[in-house]
């Protein structure tokens, strides 16, 4: 789709601001514009692909509030959870899920928005049944991300931690989703071509969103992280 290269680049630009800023929220941002005029076996590899890429340098300036334990842990249980999304996919009904989701998903932003800061104190363990969870909601749904970011939110984190535990979870679960999105034949040369010219968009998006965030006050930050959260919530309402 050649005629869409330069559009697909600042969509992507776009919804890269904001992973820079909160963590996440750049494909909750994204993918909805992109399905406006592409099939999503082009959009959602292309998407991906680039925010896969935008990471990188990411991680890098972030390297000394990452917290690859948490990321591992989170990881290792993501892999069987999408095995088991998958087939929740194929055998039953997903739209009571999303909804129920997406309820609570607005309910504890709106807490989170109107409440003063808390902090839940517990074991990092409890990553493993937030990693199959989002696991189990990715292979089911294509979205991932709200266990993993609820988990984050109730951790007692400044939000450089919490954007950078997301980067690197969101890294290294793209990686596995573009492996199968290898196996099973989406990288084809349209995708290709498009992701290499758009990465350099996306990077420089996520780029300017971290530069963002050191700005701002850790209080307005935890607004705009509910705020993005509960439009995820909506989201999955839709």
Known sequence: MPEYFLTTALILFSGAVIQGLSGFGGALFSMPLLLLYADKTWAAPVMVLCYAMNRIPALFLLRKTLMWNHSFLLIAAFI?????????LKESGTEFIMRLLGSVLVLFALYKAAAPRFNIIFSRLWALPAGFLSGVLGGAFGTDGPPVVVYAAIRPWTKEQ???MLQSFFLLSNLIIILTYGYHGLLNISVIRSALFSSPFAVGGILLGLKMNRRIQPRHFEIIFAVLLGAMGCFLWV
């Open 80 to 88: 069987p959870g999408a095995f088991f999304g998958v087939w929740l």
């Open 162 to 164: 919490v954007v950078g």
